[in-house]
């Protein structure tokens, strides 16, 4: 009988390691998140539940150290797993809450160009790693969007960092950030750790002006709002962060000039890639709660799936999972073994691609959850079938990242070699 096992994902590219970290991932979410999501629904002002389970995760199971090098106390996963393992888990989670996994991945999201090889920088790492490979729950935080316009921010190819608003200026030993920042995953009072995208030179066009910044949340000048009440994904809490004259140490640039928006790209097609993941997942979930549904509700004197009209969905399901998954995967790979595509994960090319798989992962996933609602008709809208919770999730999945219009006028700047988008 085919389950969620057998949509595409190619066995001689999945390792033992993916194949365990998959089993204990997923009875993990089945029996601790999967009883209590409701109420994880409307935690999001709080997160008294959340907390607990971001432990259990970034803590417990090692997601925070996972990346780290032996040396720092981390787990220092092999290079030729670092998008497969995060697909797994953020797919796995998924299928139960795209919020929490979105709140878990981005934990580490921010710090990809220093964390990964071969792009590491040891000495910010090791000044981090005794709170990420710790005991207690430490979370990272990517902060990107300004209230002006996310969207212009991430558009590095065009607009180059010219409209960041939140400035680093360089004082003796020190960087002095200020601005405003909203909306990242992790914000409110769960972040210690945010990754900050300032300008060296407000107005600047000149990517050397692009800066990353490590800034902890109890630096003086850091002030946090209340958390946002959303349509959904409550197990990410978001807020505005705001900087007044924050002093950091100016080692705590992630590379420095030209290179932070270089191995940003990094950020970019790793979010991309997870967002295909998050998709993926909620697909999984939404196919086990329609086939169970389809399959029992009996209408005009048959199981729903055996009426044709049914069958063009299900079909229509299966088939958005299938293409998603596909392509994910080979882009994994890609990612994954430079060896053989001569792919780096920063190549500006490759991350305009991933950026054509999120746009279809997003559509997919919220065509899924739409059809399948259609056939559970109001029983779909009802809280406590699940599909409900997938539905207002996944909306966000093609939302965030620069949002539909930056996605899709990226990926065709690249294949279409468009000049002036
Ligand atoms: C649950 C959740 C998690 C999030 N996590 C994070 C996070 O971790 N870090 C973070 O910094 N932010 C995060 N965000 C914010 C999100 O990434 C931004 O909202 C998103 O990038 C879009 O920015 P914007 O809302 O300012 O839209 P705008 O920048 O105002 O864009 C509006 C629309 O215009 C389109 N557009 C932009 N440029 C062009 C163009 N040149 N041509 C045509 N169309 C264009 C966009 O694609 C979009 O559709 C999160 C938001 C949510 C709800």
Redo the contacts with the bound molecule.
């Keep these: 009988m085919p389950g969620i096992d057998d949509f595409i994902r190619p066995k001689e590219w999945t390792s033992e390691m993916q194949a365990q970290m998959r089993t204990a991932i997923r009875k993990w979410a089945d029996d601790r998140l999967k009883p209590i999501v409701e109420n994880v629904d409307e935690d999001w002002k709080d997160h008294k539940l959340v907390e607990p389970l971001l432990k259990e995760v970034l803590v417990d199971f090692g997601l925070n150290s996972a990346f780290f090098p032996t040396e720092l106390g981390g787990q220092d996963m092999p290079e030729n797993q670092y998008m497969a393992m995060t697909c797994t888990v953020v797919e796995e989670l998924s299928r139960i809450d795209s919020?929490f996994a979105?709140a878990c991945i981005?934990s580490i999201?921010g710090l990809v160009p220093i964390l990964l090889k071969p792009t590491r920088n040891m000495e910010l790492l090791k000044d981090i790693a005794p709170k990420f490979c710790g005991r207690d729950l430490y979370v990272g935080?990517?902060?990107?969007?300004?209230p002006?316009?996310?969207?212009?921010?991430?558009?590095l190819g065009?607009l180059k960092g010219k409209t960041i608003q939140t400035t680093a200026t360089l004082e003796g030993d020190e960087w002095i950030i200020n601005g405003h920042?909203?909306?990242?995953?992790?914000t409110g009072r769960v972040g210690d750790l945010y990754t900050v995208?300032a300008t060296t030179r407000k107005g600047s066009s000149d990517l050397n002006d692009f800066g990353l910044f490590l800034v902890p949340r109890e630096s003086e000048g850091v002030s946090v709002g209340n958390p946002?009440h959303?349509a959904g994904?409550a197990a990410?809490m978001?807020s505005d962060v705001w900087f007044d004259h924050v002093r950091i140490p100016k080692k705590n640039r992630l590379h420095g000039p030209g290179k932070d928006a270089e191995y940003w790209l990094r950020t970019v097609s790793m979010g991309q890639l997870g967002t295909a993941a998050m998709a993926v997942g909620v697909m999984k979930g939404v196919y086990e709660i329609i086939k169970k549904w389809t399959t029992e509700r009996i209408v005009a004197g048959k199981p729903l799936k055996e009426h044709s009209i049914c069958a063009e969905m299900l079909s229509e399901i299966a088939m958005n999972i299938e293409s998603t998954s596909a392509w994910m995967w080979a882009y994994i790979r890609e990612w994954d073994h430079p060896e053989i595509y001569g792919t780096k994960s920063w190549d500006e090319g490759f991350t305009l691609k991933t950026r054509g798989l999120a746009v279809h992962a997003s559509i997919a996933v919220e065509r899924v959850c739409s059809r399948a609602m259609d056939f559970m008709s109001s029983a779909g809208y009802a809280r406590e079938y699940g599909l409900e919770k997938h539905w207002r999730d996944s909306k966000?999945i093609g939302?965030?990242?620069?949002?539909?219009?930056?996605?899709?006028?990226e990926n065709a700047r690249y294949w279409f070699e468009c000049e002036t988008?």
């Design positions: 919020g979105t981005c999201w935080s990517h902060l990107i969007t300004e002006a316009s996310g969207a212009d921010v991430e558009n065009v920042k909203i909306w990242a995953t992790n995208i946002y959303k994904m990410d978001n966000m939302l965030w990242m620069g949002g539909y219009g930056l996605k899709a006028l988008l």
